[in-house]
Nanobody
Framework: QVQLGESGGGLVQAGGSLRLSCTASGRSFSDYYMGWFRQAPGKEREFVVVVSGGGATYYADFVKGRFTISRDNVKNTVNLQMNSLKPEDTAVYYC?????????????????WGQGTQVTVSS
């Protein structure tokens, strides 16, 4: 069992940066693929990025070059550095964890979810 908690959301102007953090409780954190998803008002939740236990990453096209995911398997944390933010990045951002042997962009493949943190980008 893994419990996840996000922090770091807030209000930022377009072009600015935010750093989200997700802290996991439980054992064997390095065994989990850790993903970030987001849900904008009136839209479905969508995949943003995933990182494997060993640090391999896969990004959604719309964040490539702007967002960077990293993880610390000692501190049980995964971070999302978001730069060059746009108003369309406004959403609730969720941290998620899954077991398995491959990364996934599908929400249904993730076993554990955080409560989400709001990111608002003003124009």
């Amino acid at each position: 069992q893994v419990q996840l908690g996000e922090s770091g959301g807030g209000l930022v102007q377009a072009g600015g940066s935010l750093r989200l953090s997700c802290t996991a409780s439980g054992r064997s954190f390095s065994d989990y693929y850790m993903g970030w998803f987001r849900q904008a008002p009136g839209k479905e939740r969508e995949f943003v990025v995933v990182v494997s236990g060993g640090g391999a990453t896969y990004y959604a096209d719309f964040v490539k070059g702007r967002f960077t995911i990293s993880r610390d398997n000692v501190k049980n944390t995964v971070n999302l550095q978001m730069n060059s933010l746009k108003p369309e990045d406004t959403a609730v951002y969720y941290c998620a964890a899954r077991t398995g042997t491959y990364y996934s962009t599908r929400q249904s493949d993730y076993n554990f979810w955080g409560q989400g943190t709001q990111v608002t980008v003003s124009s």
